[in-house]
């Protein structure tokens, strides 16, 4: 398998399959883990990065979660890929910085990810479509249980899991939810949503995750803490909230039916007759008439257009997208040109 083979497949988060997938976008769980007697990534040197590159590298080869996996070394790979993956949610912008040493792992169907040297030794990411946060961690735990044969963790009996920032420490578990919100946003009760999302000690970015601001009407919710909870308490916290939101969506949505319909559907079918009609269009303009395009499908408003089709064209509008699905190298205007035709390709326009 090579990176370029990712570029014909969608990624299964983005299937538009699973509980709640008319809200839910996807689940995921991410693990941190550190080699036992082994400097953190920040504090290590050149040769001991690849040492401990060649570790992970080894172990991986001898388990069955990796045998159809990808091995990327992040030095060996251009500007336009590094992109490329971050924009599927692949691996972090910080793993992208600085790339020696480091190297990411991805499977045949981008559920399983793993940053070797990014902020610790390894970043273990699992990803499903839908609100699926217990069976996501089904398939972490056995990852984790696997690569702990292989490799020895740094963990404290009173501690738990060393980690390079403090505040992973314990189980360094961090379950997240990607959740579309866009009656919240229309009837202007997300800001009050996020805020109480705050102070319960949960944590709310944008579609790219930390760093990131909320476009589409994306927000990614996760826990904060990890130490002094284990992981099945974090999971029963985080899911609990999410069905609050899910719930709080749905009456939004159904309050906009009732009371500003005409609006609404306006909204919805400009917002489709756009992206089916323009040859230029920005990815920011892009990604807003989407979500009402969404919208639309997840209300039976719009009935000729598939979910997964518009989830996958939140990543293929992408730069670094556009970029190799070209072939080459693209210009801003170029690239607003090509998302254009990508668009109207996949929609029907």
């Known amino acids: 398998m090579r990176l ?69 070394r992040i030095n060996e790979l251009d500007n336009v890929d590094k992109q490329f993956l971050i924009e599927r949610h692949l691996m972090s ?24 040297n990014e902020e610790d030794h390894l970043r273990i990411q699992v990803m ?37 920032c403090p505040t992973n420490t314990g189980t360094a578990m961090r379950g997240s939810v990607m959740l579309h919100l866009p009656a919240l946003v229309m009837t202007k009760q997300i800001n009050k949503v ?8 949960f944590a709310s970015r944008g579609f790219y995750g930390e760093g990131t601001q909320a476009s589409g009407n994306f927000y990614q919710i996760s826990n904060q803490v990890s130490m002094g909870h284990s992981e099945e308490d974090v999971l029963q916290n985080i899911s609990g909230l999410i069905r609050q939101v899910i719930e709080q969506e749905e009456q939004a949505r159904q309050a906009l039916l009732v009371q500003s319909k005409p609006m609404l559907e ?18 920011q303009e892009t990604v807003e008439l989407l979500s009402m ?11 000729d257009v598939n979910r997964n089709v518009i989830n996958e064209l939140f990543i293929m509008i992408q730069p670094a997208h556009l970029q190799k699905i070209e072939g080459k190298k693209l210009t801003a205007s ?11 390709e996949k929609i029907g326009g």
């Open 266 to 283: 306006d909204k919805i079918y400009r917002s489709c007759g756009v992206l089916k009609n323009a040859h230029i269009i920005s990815s």
């Open 194 to 201: 996020l805020s109480a999302i705050s102070k319960l000690s």
């Open 93 to 116: 912008h910080e793993h992208a910085s600085n790339p020696e040493g480091k190297a990411l792992i991805v499977s045949e169907e981008e559920v399983l990810s793993v940053m070797v």
């Open 4 to 72: 370029d083979d990712f570029i014909k497949n969608t990624g299964q988060w983005l299937k538009g399959t699973g509980a709640f997938s008319n809200i839910v976008m996807s689940s995921r769980i991410r693990l941190a883990r550190n080699l036992a007697n082994k400097p953190f990534p920040n504090k290590a040197g050149k040769k001991e990065l690849n040492d401990i590159l060649s570790l992970v590298q080894g172990a991986v080869e001898d388990i069955d979660f990796f045998k159809k996996a990808i091995f990327l």
């Open 128 to 164: 499903q479509s839908g609100f699926n946060l217990d069976e996501t961690w089904k398939i972490a735990d056995s990852i984790d249980d696997a690569l702990s044969q292989k490799l020895d963790f740094a963990f404290s009996l009173h501690w738990g899991y060393l980690t390079a």
């Open 293 to 303: 395009v969404r919208l639309g499908i997840d209300m039976n408003i719009i009935k």
């Open 334 to 344: 170029e690239r607003d040109t090509k998302r254009a035709s990508l668009i109207r």
